[in-house]
């Protein structure tokens, strides 16, 4: 099997802090591979460089064999890799459906003046995205708050939504930091629920940050193991779980911490 | 030569001027991360406020220095407190159109009570000195040397007190010194304070080198200021004077070869080519915005 | 509240009504039905409509703050003076004057395009300093020209700017802007506004965004600023200034941000406010700005801020019937 994302040799460096350090690490198609890693690990920045965000330091990011780093970051959302931020990020004055509208909007095709004059083609493009939209959120169980503010919707289903906002770009790989952040355990065993309904629906293959082992070892196919920005594992749950070094740095990291 | 070092003297002049206003500037944004449009107007009524205190009473340089400079604090502090505190955690958007606001308010108001522009009474009687074709008056020497000294003053007091120095703290990281026990509105209000103070000497200066003053002075002369901090990096208090410098040069030898009415156009097409190639400025760092 | 109200009438009622008023606007033209001074300050009040819903889309929509739309108006005004008093000034109004009229828009717009342009370079406040360094350039720049009148001003413009060619302008710059807003362009203007690095995660190639939203602000900006010069029929540089952009801007955030109805509500007000306080003189220009802070202390998004007048939304984002509970 080929990969569909490929790091290759990625560092960031802010001033003099190393957040992301010749990180590598491979994602195959159709797999969830999960990165975890203590707090700081460099996990999000990895995401932040992935998505364009960011233009690494150092190294590639190569999508479906391509070079994606240095791209701006409409692009590669366009190109097929969608993301979930940590801390929400939702357009949360605009409506729910508005908020999925606005990511579907990537593949519309007419122009501007076209708009500004009300051409068919602008017309029809509208009347389908909202119709596909509405639709999506249906599956997401977000259709009755779809003129709902996005902000007033409760922390759950904002999470919720901007899963289906990103769904809503057709992306082929999807990025998710902490899914399940905030979320008690019974929320988690849903939330492993409805991911691994996303991963089939949608045959979308994911790629996620998540403090939280147990959704981690067993939601994931493959994962990776993340400290001081560099790779320290990468395995299966199995081989990660036993690893000595992965327990050596969350161990570490509890002494120091907690 | 001799005419190129007169202007350079008049170049530093008006620099030092420009670098006591830009300064007000480049601390307020410094620390607030916004841009108080309403200085200009602030160092153009402080240039009224030493007309009335002379009108009232004729009190010597030094006195008039101080006392204008005591008040212009003040009105800065004012401004602070009533407009932009209320707005601290506002989108930004809106502490700039009340800066904005509060410009116009200032220079409007002091437009309608003085239509006209007024003549300055003589603060300072200077005396001419002539060194083979050059000539400098003990004016622009005392304007050059307040100017100098205010900002090593000012230099010395960021670098080397407490206040100063939780001034940079809250400048450099505005989410963590806040809850280190640094009193941010204290900071603020002082910020303020010094800032509208130098603009406040500014405007004494400024009253004594070319005394003719009008409302209009904000806009033709603070924003030339605020444009010589962008320059130099807003933020920046060094790239301040800096700038100041650069675009005193600059106006004064465009004025030796184009029209003077081609100076404002110089001096704004300067500040988009610098925004265009160095949209930090001369010394500014741009900030990354955590995701 | 009554339904009418909550949902756009048919599109037969809003074409009548829309007829209705153009043919209004032609009758009174014709038939003097009302006295010089009211449809005056009806043409400035189209103007102004122009103006306010034009800097919306950069101020209001997209969440940016530009002072320069003045200096947009003033390139309107002086490039559609030039057309129809230099260069095209023997021909008939009817087709010189909307010439006249899209040339001052389209030099405006292509302006409009470099202030875009640079904009990408610099964050939000710097944008503000653009702009003003933008309008302090254009209008020094024209007081250069002495083929425009310099600093004197631009002399004897045609009073073309009739009522009707006013509501005809002001119609279609609200009904251009409302298809814009209503796209996924004017999406993407609003998530620039909302979250500029979640709207690019999403897609939103927010470079085009913005230039579509300032192109398309600074092109209708130099429209009104084209009446505006066949109203007054005398123009100078002075006339573009800070203050000018400072009156667009309260009529922006008073009617509220984001919002077609706002912008009309707040030109409305504007225009009226401005004629009662006329013989205040220069107080007025302070009174102005402190009802701009007052606003922003304790309304920021104005009166309609980012709400809709339903008659300006298209019939397709309303909630299909069959949903209602
Ligand atoms: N834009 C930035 N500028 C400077 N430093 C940054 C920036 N973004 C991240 N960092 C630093 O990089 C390091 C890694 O941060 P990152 O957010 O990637 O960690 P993480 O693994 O996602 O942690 P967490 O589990 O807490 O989310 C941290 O020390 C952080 O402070
Ligand atoms: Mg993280």
């Given at each position: 099997m080929s990969a569909l994302l490929e790091v290759r040799d990625v560092t960031m460096r802010f001033g003099g802090l190393v957040?992301?350090?010749?990180l590598n690490l491979e994602v195959t198609q159709g797999h969830a591979h999960g990165i975890i890693g203590p707090n700081g690990a460099g996990k999000t920045t990895a995401f932040n460089v992935i998505t364009g965000i960011y233009t690494p330091t150092a190294g590639d990011v190569l999508f479906r064999g391509e070079i994606?780093?240095?791209?701006?970051p409409s692009a590669i959302a366009r190109g097929g890799i969608a993301r979930t931020f940590q801390n929400i990020r939702l357009?949360?004055?605009?409506?729910v459906l508005d908020n999925v509208r606005i990511a579907h909007d990537a593949h519309a095709r007419y122009s501007w003046p076209g708009a500004m004059v009300q051409l068919p083609s602008a017309r029809r493009a509208e009347q389908e995205s909202i119709e596909h939209c509405t639709d999506l959120l249906e599956k997401f169980g977000l259709v009755d708050a779809a003129?709902?503010?996005?902000?007033?919707?409760p922390y759950g289903s904002q999470r919720r939504l901007e899963i289906a906002r990103a769904m809503a770009l057709q992306p082929s790989l999807l990025l998710l930091d902490e899914?399940?952040?905030?979320?008690?355990s019974a929320e988690t065993l849903k939330l492993v629920e409805f991911l691994g309904w996303l991963r089939d629906h949608f045959s979308v293959t994911m790629l996620l940050i998540e403090h939280h082992m147990q959704l981690v070892m067993t939601f994931c196919d493959r994962i990776t193991v993340l400290d001081f920005g560099k790779t320290i594992a990468e395995g299966s749950p199995d081989e990660v779980r036993n690893d000595p070094k992965v327990i050596e740095a969350y161990l570490g990291q509890e002494d120091g911490h907690e | 030569m001799d005419y190129f070092a007169q202007q350079a003297i008049n170049a530093v002049q008006l620099g030092s001027i420009y670098a006591l206003i830009a300064l007000g500037y480049s601390m307020v944004y410094g620390v607030?991360?916004?841009?108080?449009?309403a200085h200009g107007d602030v160092f153009m009524v402080s240039s009224f406020f030493c007309f009335l205190l002379l009108l009232v009473l004729p009190v010597p340089f030094g006195a008039a220095l101080i006392i204008v400079m005591l008040a212009t604090a003040i009105l800065g502090v004012a401004i602070e407190r009533l407009a932009y505190r209320p707005l601290r955690?506002?989108?930004r958007v809106s502490a700039i159109i009340t800066a904005l606001g509060c410009g116009l308010v200032i220079q409007n108001t002091t437009l309608s009570l003085s239509p006209y522009s007024q003549r300055m009474p003589e603060l300072f009687v200077p005396v001419l000195q002539h060194f083979g074709g050059v000539t400098v008056s003990s004016l622009q020497v005392l304007i050059i040397g307040v100017s100098v000294g205010l900002m090593i003053a000012l230099d010395f007091f960021i670098r080397k007190t407490r206040y100063g120095m939780a001034m940079r703290a809250i400048a450099q990281d505005r989410i963590s010194v806040p809850l280190m026990g640094v009193p941010v509105n204290q900071i603020i209000a002082m910020t303020f304070a010094i800032g509208a103070a130098l603009g406040g000497a500014a405007g004494v200066l400024y009253a004594s080198a070319y005394p003719v003053i009008s409302a209009t002075m904000g806009v033709l002369v603070g924003w030339k200021a605020f444009v010589a901090a962008v320059i130099g990096g807003i933020g920046n208090v060094r790239g301040a004077v800096l700038g100041a410098y650069v675009l005193g040069a600059v106006e004064v030898f465009t004025v030796t070869i184009l029209p003077s009415t081609y100076r404002d156009l110089v001096v704004y097409s300067l500040l988009l080519v610098i925004l265009v190639f160095k949209p930090y400025g001369l010394l500014g760092r741009p900030s990354v915005q955590k995701v | 509240m009554m339904r009418w109200f909550k949902q756009p009438p048919p599109r037969g009622v809003l074409l009548a009504l829309l007829a209705a008023g153009l043919a209004a606007c032609f009758a009174i033209e014709q038939?003097?039905?009302?006295d010089d001074y009211v449809r005056f300050v009806l043409i400035t009040l189209g103007i102004n409509i122009i103006l306010c819903v034009s800097l919306n889309l950069v101020?209001?929509?997209?969440g940016e703050f530009s002072v320069g739309h003045a200096g947009f108006m003033a390139l309107g005004a002086y490039l559609s003076a030039c057309v129809s008093v230099?260069?095209?000034?023997?021909?008939?109004?009817?087709?010189m004057f909307p010439l006249a009229v899209m040339a001052g828009g389209l030099l405006a717009g292509a302006v409009g395009l470099l202030l875009g342009l640079l904009s990408f370079k610099t964050r939000g406040d710097y944008l503000a300093i653009i702009t003003l360094a933008f309008l302090m350039i254009v209008k020094s720049g024209i007081e250069n020209i002495?083929?425009?009148?310099?600093?004197r001003g631009f002399l004897?413009?045609?009073?073309?700017?009739?009522l009707l060619w006013t509501a005809v302008w002001t119609v279609l710059t609200l009904w251009a802007i409302r298809n814009l807003v209503y796209s996924r362009f004017g999406r993407g203007i609003v998530a620039v506004r909302e979250d500029e690095i979640a709207a690019n995660a999403m897609g939103v190639d927010t470079r085009k965004a913005k230039l579509a939203a300032f192109v398309v602000s600074s092109f209708f900006g130099g429209v009104a600023g084209a009446l505006f010069a066949h109203q007054l029929q005398f123009i100078n540089?002075?006339?573009?200034d800070i203050v000018k952009s400072t009156e667009i801007l309260v009529m922006v955030y008073l009617g509220g941000i984001g919002s077609l109805g706002g912008s009309i509500l707040g030109a409305a007000a504007f225009t009226i406010l401005a004629q009662v306080l006329q013989p205040l003189g220069t107080w007025r220009m302070v009174i102005l700005p402190l009802i701009l802070v007052l606003l922003m202390l304790f309304?920021?998004?104005?009166?309609?801020g980012m709400r809709e007048f339903p008659w300006f939304v298209p019939r397709r984002e309303f909630p299909a019937k069959e949903d209602k509970k």
């Open positions: 957040a992301v350090a010749d994606i780093s240095g791209r701006r357009f949360r004055d605009l409506t003129y709902e503010r996005a902000g007033d919707l899914p399940a952040a905030g979320m008690n | 607030l991360v916004m841009i108080n449009f955690n506002a989108p | 038939f003097g039905l009302v101020n209001g929509w997209m230099k260069w095209l000034g023997w021909g008939d109004p009817l087709w002495p083929y425009v009148g310099g600093p004897g413009i045609g009073n073309h700017t009739t540089p002075g006339v573009f309304r920021p998004r104005g009166i309609m």
